[in-house]
Nanobody
Framework: QTHLVESGGRLVQAGDSLRLSCAVS????????MGWFRQAPAKEREFVAA?????????????VEGHSVEGRFTISRDNDKNLVFLQMNDLKPEDTAVYYC???????????????????WGQGTQVSVSS
């Protein structure tokens, strides 16, 4: 059974940076494309970024409710260590949410943006950005 555990979330101020980590166990992370989603209170889970199994291709949500993450967030992975990362720079209060990583056997953007295409999820890590 594949397990995902996110870490790195905390309370920060606007303009700060955070790096979230997702540790994969029970299987090789290279078996999956990986994605980061986030969910704010009373909102649906939304796509943030995804990365192909070997890290060669990355995708980002161009605009999340008018606040683009591309250019501020960077997804990466280290398959030797079974880790996936989300580097978040210039954080804004609108980035406040629980961040989840997911593992998917799909490999294209239009499917990786869909949370229903992920087989495994972590428990989430809270990111709070104060103004």
């Amino acid at each position: 059974q594949t397990h995902l555990v996110e870490s790195g979330g905390r309370l920060v101020q606007a303009g700060d940076s955070l790096r979230l980590s997702c540790a994969v166990s029970g299987a090789r992370s290279a078996n999956y494309a990986m994605g980061w989603f986030r969910q704010a209170p009373a909102k649906e889970r939304e796509f943030v970024a995804a990365i192909s199994w070997n890290g060669g291709i990355t995708w980002y949500e161009d605009s999340v409710e008018g606040h683009s993450v591309e250019g501020r967030f960077t997804i990466s992975r280290d398959n030797d260590k079974n880790l996936v990362f989300l580097q978040m720079n210039d954080l804004k209060p609108e980035d406040t949410a629980v961040y989840y990583c997911g593992a998917s056997r799909y490999g294209e953007r239009h499917t990786l943006q869909n949370p229903n295409k992920y087989s495994y999820w972590g428990q989430g890590t809270q990111v709070s950005v104060s103004s």
